[in-house]
């Protein structure tokens, strides 16, 4: 295979704050590998928690396992390498996407047909980060008029402490009050144990969906306390990157969050479903700062999955890839051979 990079700077419309920080405008690193006549898309975005913080790094670090060489190994064999490399997941999500992307077009067939998986029926959710009440009832509107929008994820965790995270939510529903939408809550790690436990009963009475990642990695052996008698469901995302942590966790959540980015793409995305359904947990697939290159992958995948997060690619101004599209609140791939998703010539050509 030819491989070629391409780095690009996403433009966002609205800042989204966390927990950790604030993510602004970002350069992603697409990757193009051609094998007769046919090119595969794979796309990655740096991250701090991902191990490569620019695409230089990510860059570097796709040299380094493409220098193993991907001829006559399955994805797999891939994936294995990379972990015992160390290279950092976002890194490998880019080579395996556009490997998935490559070999599902070579059979002239849409991803999710090679895969055997059905199309996404769950409506996405779309994020508003941690914002003061006024910011959110400025931005409310902006996010959800004239769209089809069924779901709202909103981050809290705010360093202010949880009265800030209550005034801000509190606007929340006062301002998607005349929206037909449903409310979950992502809390990335910003949570003292007993604060979350409080957290939960009150977003519970609110009518909250779930609760996502409610404790600090590091501290999941703090969540046997919230489990018990919990009002909310119990997700966890930083917690879980790989496979082989669904276990550690299971008897203390309720579900797992997967995301291409964090786990190293679609070939350990389908090894975390696998593993979540032989605890019976439910499965949530989210996505970072990527746009509709990834996006499309993941929805790919996202048939059967019980909650889905991939929203990142609407928050673009503009988007520099195409691919992925909400139809009626389901953020759906293009059916067209592979994935659906590719970088726009204007971005590389």
């Not at 913080?53 to 991907?70: D, F, K, P, R």
């Not at 059979?107 to 090679?114: G, I, Y």
């Not at 199309?119 to 779309?126: A, G, K, M, N, R």
Request: proline content about 6%; glycine content about 8%.
């Amino acid at each position: 295979m030819r491989f070629k990079f391409h780095k690009v700077l996403l433009k966002k419309r609205f800042p989204l704050a966390i927990s950790r920080g604030v993510r602004g405008d970002s350069y992603n690193l697409f990757l193009s590998c051609e094998k007769e006549g046919i090119i595969g898309w794979g796309e990655a975005a740096p991250g701090k928690n991902e191990n490569a913080e620019s695409v230089e790094e990510i860059e570097s670090q796709l040299n380094i396992l493409m220098a193993e060489g991907t001829e006559n190994k399955t994805a797999q064999q891939v994936n294995t390498i990379a972990k015992d490399r160390g290279i950092a997941p976002c890194a490998t999500a880019a080579l395996d996407i556009a490997i998935w992307d490559w070999k599902a077009k070579s059979q002239a067939l849409p991803l999710h047909q090679l895969l055997n998986i059905p199309l996404p029926s769950v409506p996405t959710s779309i994020t508003i980060g941690i914002n003061p009440p006024e910011v959110v009832k400025e931005r409310i509107p902006l996010m959800l008029e004239g769209t089809t929008v069924k779901a709202l994820k909103v981050k809290l965790g705010a360093p202010q402490g949880i009265e800030a995270d209550q005034e801000m939510f509190t606007q929340v529903v006062e301002s998607t009050q005349n929206y037909d939408i449903k409310i979950r809550v992502d809390a990335n790690g910003g949570w003292s144990t007993s604060d979350a436990i409080f957290m939960m009963k009150w977003l519970a009475d609110r009518g909250v969906d779930y609760i996502e990642q409610p404790l600090e990695q590091g501290k999941e052996s703090e969540l046997k306390y919230l489990y018990h008698n919990r009002p909310l469901p119990i997700y966890i995302d930083e917690s879980c990157r790989y496979a082989e942590d669904v276990a550690k966790w299971a008897p203390y959540i309720d579900g797992v969050n997967m995301k291409l980015m964090k786990c190293g793409g679609i070939t350990e995305a389908l090894n975390i479903i696998q593993a979540a359904k032989r605890y019976q947990l439910k499965t949530m697939i989210g996505c970072m700062s990527e746009s509709s290159v990834a996006i499309a992958a993941a929805a790919s995948i996202s048939g059967g999955i019980d909650h889905i997060d991939l929203d990142s690619h609407y928050n673009l101004n503009p988007d520099p890839s195409s691919g992925a599209k909400m139809i009626d609140g389901v953020t759906t791939p293009d059916l067209v051979p592979g994935h659906g998703g590719i970088l726009k010539p204007e971005y590389y050509a």
